[in-house]
């Protein structure tokens, strides 16, 4: 059975660092594209990036570029979600989800970070 | 790149027959599949419909897919109408680097 597992919830001041996760299991994880969407509180989805644990090629969105960094690592089947100095403005629930070539088929169950001083 | 706009929100009676829709801004629908997700409050987004028409093992056949080249949109028919089918409706595509974009989400009630 594919599974997605996410990190738990994150409180978070503005300014700090943060990396969240996402374990695969049941499939090839090197195999598949993982990738990360956003939903800000009430609002819709909107698509980060994505990335090829079998390589490492990452795509991000051109509203994302430069903001987080995705990773990944083989060994643990796990993708990373990262930033490096957090804004109010990144509280929102975040998505990890498997993506087979044209849409995300598996998804995780969501982390919530909040962001407030 | 380009956009998928959707209707913010649409009202159907139970057992009835609702269609969203979701038109792309630039560049033909037919380039790239489109899929639709269903998001129930307070739930992770599940694939009702990939690559314009295929339906996932285990969603019921009362959902469909199309696109229409003629007005550029795709759209996602939901016959015979049940409760459980309220939820938020999301179109997503994508272009030829492999970048995603998501509709803004269709709100559906059924009254």
């Known amino acids: 059975e594919v599974q997605l597992v996410q990190s738990g919830a994150e409180v978070k001041k503005p300014g700090e660092s943060l990396k969240i996760s996402c374990k695969g299991s049941?499939?090839?994880?090197?195999?598949?594209?993982i990738g990360w969407v956003r939903q800000m509180p009430g609002k819709g989805l909107e698509w980060m990036g994505i990335?090829?644990?079998?390589?490492?090629?990452?795509r991000y969105s051109p509203s994302f570029q430069g903001q987080v960094t995705i990773s990944a690592d083989k060994a643990t089947s796990t993708a990373y979600l990262r930033w490096s100095s957090l804004k109010a403005s990144d509280t929102a629930m975040y998505y990890c989800?498997?993506?087979?070539?044209?849409?995300?088929?598996?998804w995780g169950q969501g982390t919530l970070v909040t962001v407030s001083s | 790149n380009f956009m998928l706009t959707q209707p913010h929100s649409v009202s159907e009676s139970l057992g009835k027959t609702i269609v969203i829709s979701c038109t792309r801004s630039?560049?033909?629908?037919?380039?790239?599949?489109v899929q639709w997700y269903q998001q129930r409050p307070g739930s992770s987004p599940t694939t009702v419909i990939y690559?314009?028409?295929?339906?996932p093992s285990g969603v019921p056949d009362r959902f469909s897919g199309s696109i229409d080249s003629s007005s550029n949109s795709a759209s996602l028919t939901i016959s015979g109408l049940k409760t459980e089918d309220e939820a938020d409706y999301y179109c997503?595509?994508?272009?030829?680097?492999?970048?995603?974009?998501f509709g803004g989400g269709t709100k559906l009630t059924v009254l």
């Open positions: 997503q595509s994508y272009d030829n680097t492999n970048h995603g974009v």
């Open positions: 690559e314009d028409s295929q339906r």
């Open positions: 989800a498997r993506y087979a070539l044209s849409y995300f088929d598996y």
């Open positions: 630039s560049g033909s629908i037919a380039t790239n599949y």
């Open positions: 049941g499939y090839s994880f090197t195999t598949y594209w």
């Open positions: 990335i090829y644990p079998g390589d490492s090629d990452t």
